[in-house]
């Protein structure tokens, strides 16, 4: 995957959730991707993402997202 593959995958996620976030940047690091999103109380949220197949990195951003609320 690219990093516009990952931005989009962060937000379908986001979108279909319903979730209080919007997409600042994905970049690539040497273990997968280091994902920043904007919080809807302004705060920054940055996590990183282990790449893999679509469906377990889409898991693992629902859960990363839905334990800062």
Same mark, same amino acid.
């Given at each position: 995957m690219n990093a516009t593959e990952v931005e989009l995958l962060v937000r379908g996620v986001i979108t279909h959730m319903g979730l209080p976030f919007? #997409?600042?940047? #994905?970049n690539a690091s040497p273990? $997968?991707?280091?994902? #920043? #999103?904007?919080? $809807?109380? $302004? $705060?920054v949220v940055r996590f990183n993402l282990v790449g893999g197949r679509p469906i377990a990195m889409r898991a693992a951003i629902q859960q990363t997202l839905e334990a800062e609320l």
């Open positions: 919007t #997409v600042m940047s #994905v273990t $997968g991707w280091n994902i #920043v #999103v904007r919080a $809807g109380t $302004g $705060g």
